[in-house]
């Protein structure tokens, strides 16, 4: 006779095996909210980015955005170095310089 908790067992792993085994749906893009309680698409986002990148002539930039402490994106636009057309991505390390000191100032405002 099988005990209670040897058929529970076996049950949860056939429930894990059973959602590994089925096809998972691609993730729905995640609406980004902004500070203003408005949401973007992904795609919109990236696309305005570009375009500010382009009109003000900005070789390189990385942004994140975290909602609920949750990173929701990250991307990087541009070069790392204009002579050599390396491409930036989001590893790579930047100089803050004092941008920390504004993105304090928002936060501490929000709290």
Excluded: W
Excluded at 43 to 60: C, F, M, P, S, Y
């Amino acid at each position: 006779m099988i005990s209670r908790s040897s058929r529970v067992a076996t049950l949860a792993l056939c429930m894990c095996a059973a959602r590994v085994a089925s096809p998972a749906a691609p993730p729905a893009p995640a609406a980004i909210k902004r500070l203003d309680g408005t949401a973007i698409s992904e795609a919109a986002l990236t696309a305005r980015i570009q375009d500010l990148v382009e009109k003000a002539n900005v070789h390189g930039l990385a942004i994140s955005i975290f909602n609920d402490r949750e990173l929701v994106y990250s991307r990087a636009f541009g070069v790392k170095r204009t002579d050599t057309n390396e491409p930036l991505g989001t590893d790579t390390v930047f100089y803050g310089a004092s941008l920390s000191k504004a993105v304090f100032g928002v936060l501490v405002k929000r709290v």
